[in-house]
Nanobody
Framework: QVQLAESGGGSVQSGGSLRLACVAS?????RAWFRQAPGKEREGVAS???????TYADSVKGRFTISRDTAKNTLNLQMNSLNSEDTAMYYC???????????????????WGQGTQVTVSS
């Protein structure tokens, strides 16, 4: 059983930045960040494989950067130029299966963190 713990959420003004982190209890393969705003469906934000291949939702391309520190089992999400539409609960996810392509499909992930809230005010 993989345990995931997110941190780094908070409140920020529009145009600001936040950096999220997610520590896993053991090594994993593909990892991703998802988010869910009240009344909306869960949305894939960014994904990264063990080899560093990444993919992003169109809504965050050019503003968010996903990265991982394999030695520390840590996943990061640098979020810049935040706007009110980025307000959501952010979840990290992990998969132990060997996958060579990143994915924003939540069905591809087995393990999930408890989430960290990001609130952007205008």
């Amino acid at each position: 059983q993989v345990q995931l713990a997110e941190s780094g959420g908070g409140s920020v003004q529009s145009g600001g930045s936040l950096r999220l982190a997610c520590v896993a209890s053991q090594a994993t393969n593909r990892r991703a960040w998802f988010r869910q705003a009240p009344g909306k469906e869960r949305e894939g934000v960014a994904s990264i494989t063990m080899t560093g291949s990444t993919t992003y939702a169109d809504s965050v391309k050019g503003r968010f950067t996903i990265s991982r520190d394999t030695a520390k089992n840590t996943l990061n999400l640098q979020m810049n130029s935040l706007n009110s539409e980025d307000t959501a609960m952010y979840y990290c996810a992990a998969d132990l299966s060997v996958r060579f392509l990143p994915s924003l499909d939540h069905r591809q992930y087995t393990y999930w963190g408890q989430g960290t809230q990001v609130t952007v005010s205008s």
